[in-house]
């Protein structure tokens, strides 16, 4: 039976202000990323996504990004691999602090936006990246884009490895996501953002925005739990799945 998750990433609120809808989100999706005080959250926000998730039934995860808070974690920083490596552990250490807390394990590690996108490409980050998940837990699960840089290191450092792809994101030809800067980045017609998902699941395909035929894994499927119609999107994407056979359940379950 062909098995699929679906993440979406959270706890991305901090102090007065409010981003996503968290609770709504995590009643639909299999996994949970939530973000760890560098790029979105704080540490009232972290217990509380940890917390709503356990109660959805939702796995967690550890969403690190760079220290960037205004940029929130989308813009492109010059730090060395050591620098890099520090920041991961920081961040996943105090996500760890909250899972204890809740009696929740901690599932997988998916670095956000440009620290993300930077070490699918750069294999010294995606080392730096996966150094520290394996020396904090050598169980933990890393989560990084299709055919990345990423998910190389992450073997290589002896961790299970899980091949993501985005519902709602133009691909380039090589795999990579299309910038956001760049027009068409974001798929905003609900319908051929399911189409193009189930095709990524089931046929291992996906078209680029320059009509390249891509190849891809798709372990997991990451729906953004900022986007206004992020609720109605999950739900037609999982009902989608069922109609083809694909059972949603968490990555532990699957890679």
Do not use: Q
């Given at each position: 039976m062909l098995k699929v998750d679906l993440n979406s990433d959270l706890g991305?609120?901090?102090?007065?202000y409010t981003i996503g809808l968290d609770r709504?989100?995590?009643?639909?999706?299999?996994?949970?990323?939530?973000?760890?005080?560098?790029?979105?959250?704080?540490?009232l926000v972290m217990d509380e996504t940890v917390a709503l998730a356990k109660a959805a039934g939702a796995a967690v995860g550890a969403h690190p990004g760079f220290p960037d808070l205004m940029g929130f974690g989308r813009r492109n920083m010059t730090c060395t691999p050591k620098e890099a490596k520090a920041y991961v552990q920081y961040q996943v250490g105090a996500l760890l602090a909250?899972?204890?807390?809740?009696?929740v394990r901690l599932q997988h590690v998916k670095p956000h936006g440009a620290l993300y996108n930077m070490a699918a490409k750069d294999m010294?980050?995606?080392?730096?990246?996966a150094e520290a998940v394996a020396e904090m837990d050598s169980t933990l699960i890393l989560l990084g884009l299709?055919?990345?840089?990423?998910l190389e290191a992450g073997t290589q450092a002896g961790l299970r490895v899980a091949s993501e792809v985005f519902a709602d994101r133009a691909y380039q030809a090589d795999g990579s996501l299309v910038p956001r800067s760049q027009e068409g980045s974001v798929i905003h017609e609900k319908e051929l953002a399911i189409r193009r998902t189930i095709r990524m699941v089931t046929e291992g395909k996906v078209t680029a925005i320059t009509g390249e035929e891509v190849s891809i894994d798709a372990h997991s499927i990451c729906v953004h739990g900022d986007n206004p119609s992020a609720v109605e999107f999950v739900k037609n994407i999982r009902a989608a799945l069922h109609q083809q056979g694909v059972t949603v359940a968490p990555i532990d379950e699957i890679v």
């Open positions: 991305e609120s901090f102090g007065a709504e989100v995590a009643a639909h999706v299999s996994s949970v990323n939530v973000a760890c005080g560098y790029h979105a959250g704080d540490p909250f899972t204890a807390a809740n009696g010294a980050l995606a080392v730096a990246i299709a055919g990345s840089k990423m």
